[in-house]
């Protein structure tokens, strides 16, 4: 057979290689960071579009140029990730918080296939911790078939926080109102009917080396979980932060989803402050992907630092 002349098979070739779409799906959402003894796998759940109108404590120019100066001021939202954490003690596998399942839309609730592509099922999980009752935090505690999600694992939630959505009065409040309380009391009352829900005093140790500290104003119980092994230590924070473009430089900006917008404010000013002068690391639920950083000051309010990409999860 007669060979085709070089620059022939050269055309053919960047011609193959140019006719294949490029891939459009996202690699899995997980990320490994090692402390001490422990691995945190970090699960990314999706990311919800949060208007910077939902935001208060600054003027609307001074929060959309901080945005801006992040890249993140997009007509529909400020893009911001729904992370969970799951904390391997080598005897615990301890989840904290479970996504939004479908409670946010169809573009949320990876946390499960994540979990599985991390290399772990659902059924390894034997203590979960919430850091507080909102859906973004809990509804993943329910499968798509209504049943408990993780069927092994005891479910720890702070005193205040489960006193406040389920046990308060749904009577005196609206049928608008009434609609979070009820949703948690739901999806809780699946692991209450099974006796593997659990209430705990802030401060309290749930498993060794994790304990929970209070976070209160974002919702009335909210904790964060103090993770320490072999002198090395993460604080698990919850929602201390939903846009970090605005409120590490601006801490005293509210989001309206606030219970106690002052005391919210009020928390989240002294964290910053103690994070920035002991240096340890922090795990944010709404931090971009993976949301495991540090804090430090700034001369303006405080500065986010977010961990590298390394090979350090032996
Ligand atoms: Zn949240």
């Not at 939630?157 to 009434?178: C, F, G, I, N, R």
């Not at 009391?185 to 500290?213: F, P, W």
Request: neutral net charge; charged residues 20%; glycine residues 10%.
């Amino acid at each position: 057979m007669k060979s085709l002349p070089l620059f022939c098979v050269l055309s053919l070739l960047v011609f193959a290689s140019s006719s294949a779409a490029a891939p459009k799906t996202q690699v899995p959402g997980y990320f490994r960071y090692s402390l001490g003894d422990f691995t945190v796998t970090a699960l990314y759940d999706g990311n919800m579009d949060i208007p910077l109108s939902g935001y208060k404590g600054a003027s609307a120019e001074k929060m959309k140029a901080l945005a801006a100066g992040q890249f993140i001021d997009r007509p529909r939202g400020v893009p911001t990730a729904v992370n969970a954490y799951l904390i391997d003690t080598g005897s615990h596998r301890i989840l904290v918080d479970a996504g939004t399942a479908k409670c946010f839309g169809p573009g949320l609730g990876l946390v499960p296939g994540n979990l599985r592509a991390a290399g772990y099922a659902p059924e390894d999980i034997d203590v979960v911790v919430i850091t507080h009752l909102h859906g973004d935090h809990y509804c993943g505690l329910r499968n798509a078939d209504g049943r408990r999600a993780y069927p092994k694992a005891a479910v720890w939630v702070a005193e205040e926080e489960a006193a406040y959505w389920l046990d308060s009065d749904l009577a005196a409040m609206t049928e608008k109102a009434q609609s979070p309380f009820k949703m948690a009391r739901e999806v809780m009352g699946l692991y209450q009917a099974a006796g593997t829900l659990h209430r705990y005093k802030v401060g309290d140790g749930i498993v060794e080396g994790v304990r929970s500290v209070a976070i209160p104003g974002h919702t009335p119980g909210q904790t964060a979980y103090r993770i320490e092994s072999k002198g090395q230590t993460l604080l698990a924070m919850g929602d201390i932060v939903h846009c970090y473009a605005v409120q590490f430089p601006l801490p005293e900006v509210t989001i309206a989803s606030d219970v106690d917008s002052a005391t919210a404010a009020a928390t989240r000013k002294a964290l910053f402050a103690s994070l920035a002068k002991d240096g340890i690391a922090v795990a944010g639920s709404h931090l971009p992907f993976p949301g495991i950083g540090h804090v430090r000051k700034d001369a303006e309010g405080f500065l986010w630092v977010p961990v590298e990409y390394e090979l350090t999860a032996k």
